[in-house]
């Protein structure tokens, strides 16, 4: 047997589609949505992240507000940025690419962020929100694996889950969103013991590590649906880097039911929710004030 492929790229593109739809019709209700991206220093992954990130939100519609600061700059400054942005009406979503310099503390300045317009999920008041069912913007990784699951199977009552990686924007979530949809849900990590037999007792297996094809063949449980949300860079026999998952792709395709490829996977779709939370963002916001 060999496993469908799940399409991230095509399915983003999807969603893409939808959520174009949904901003020409608040525009022309008179307000634009708008995504404001924050940048400090020039690391290269970073600089390729929000470049795509400004691009996609432009493409559906929307506005984007980029903010490239230089790497010196101090953290009042940047709190300075963010409370600007919290007060603009312009401005439905904020997002501060991490990692961050040395000199600002990531954690206060996610902290500052209005939960409202915390489009990325990762204030203590939208990961309570989504950790007690009471609603809440979900992480963009995590959503994005979810609506991928969803496009295999829609019930996941009762189906065994197991989630490599338990950090907070990508493990820790993931548990939550699969925990909600009624899966029995185990979260592994770099302490578990007998992480293999683990995995194949698992209906679903989220690898969200960072360890270049870790999870191997005879890992997975036949029929199962593997999601990778893991981005390595490798350098090949030939010389040549190529990105890989944590998965070990071929062999586990050859065993699972489904399963996501890297790249065109869970990466697509990350982007793709952080525009969808941007829209919700709006849409709540717009509720609460009057026109
Ligand atoms: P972190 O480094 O924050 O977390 C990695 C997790 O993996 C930790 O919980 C760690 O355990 C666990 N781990 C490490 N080694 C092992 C091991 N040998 N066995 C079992 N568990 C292990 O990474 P992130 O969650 O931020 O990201 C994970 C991967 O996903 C990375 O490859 C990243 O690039 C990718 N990613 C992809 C995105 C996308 O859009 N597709 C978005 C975000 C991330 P412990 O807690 O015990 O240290």
Redesign the pocket.
Known sequence: MVAQLIDGKAIAARLRQDLAVEVAAMTAQGHRPGLAVVLVGEDPASQVYVRNKARQTVEVGMESFEYRLPASTGQDELLALVDRLNADPAVDGILVQLPLPPQIDATTVLRAILPEKDVDGFHPTNVGLVATGAGGIVPC?PLGSMMLIETVRRDLAGLNAVV????N???KPMVQLLLAAGCTVTV?????VD?PGLCRRADILVA????PE?VRGDWVKPGAIVID????RVTGADGKSRLVG?VAFAEAQAVAGAITPVPGG??PM?IACLLHNTVKAAAVRRSLVPA
Not at 188 to 192: D, I, Q, Y
């Open positions: 990784t490599i990686g338990r950090s924007i990508v493990g592994a990590h770099s302490k578990t992480l969200a590590v960072g360890r870790m949300v893991g981005i390595n944590d869970v990466g990350t």
